[in-house]
């Protein structure tokens, strides 16, 4: 998935730095920083409201995949993805954003979600099991191009103390697990 946003920039201002962000924040706006491997991170804004809309379109564990469109003033745009996010502690609402901008040919690391099909059909979990994702994320590496949107697995076989593996994922030429093989990531338990 593809989600514009405007890339307005950061002006550095004589104030200190942390009364500045926090007037920008009470004014709606997400302070950023877009960093791409071998530079300096490059410090920008996006209006809150903007991104929190941004947010309701994408589904529940799928932000790490969600590739960003940051359009500046000029019309250039970037892609990029969310490398971190922090957020205000008693409201839980966004003050910071930090992007990895995706470059043709570098590689990337990415958090790709696991999706587990068929539970309903599964034996165990009929049996009175319990189906235990242990792994929500799968993390990986490989080319802009090549990135996940998700990893589904299929657990409708599975009986009680049957589990799946890493070994077990259909993962796509281009893209490199970095977990053991014998990782167990899904299981039925009791």
Known sequence: ?????DF?????????????????????????VIYFKGK???NGAIKKEFFEAALRKIEA?????TIFLLKDATGKTRRAIIKDIQYQVTSYTV???D?????TGHIVEVTV???CIGGNECPGVKAGGFLSQIKSHIPTRCLPKDIPD???????GLGIRQGKRVSDLKVPNGVEVLLDPKEVIVTVIK
Do not use: D, Q
């Not at 998935?1 to 946003?5: K, N, T």
């Not at 992007?99 to 470059?103: K, M, S």
């Open 150 to 156: 998700h990893f589904e697995m299929n657990v409708s």
């Open 40 to 42: 300096a991170g490059e």
């Open 1 to 5: 998935m593809e989600i514009e946003l």
């Open 113 to 115: 979600p696991l999706v």
């Open 95 to 97: 003050i910071h954003l």
């Open 99 to 103: 992007f990895l901008e995706l470059v």
């Open 8 to 32: 307005l920039p950061r002006e550095k201002s004589a104030k200190s730095a942390k009364s500045t962000l926090a007037k920008m924040r009470r004014e709606g706006i997400i302070p950023v």
């Open 61 to 65: 564990g799928f932000l790490p995949t």
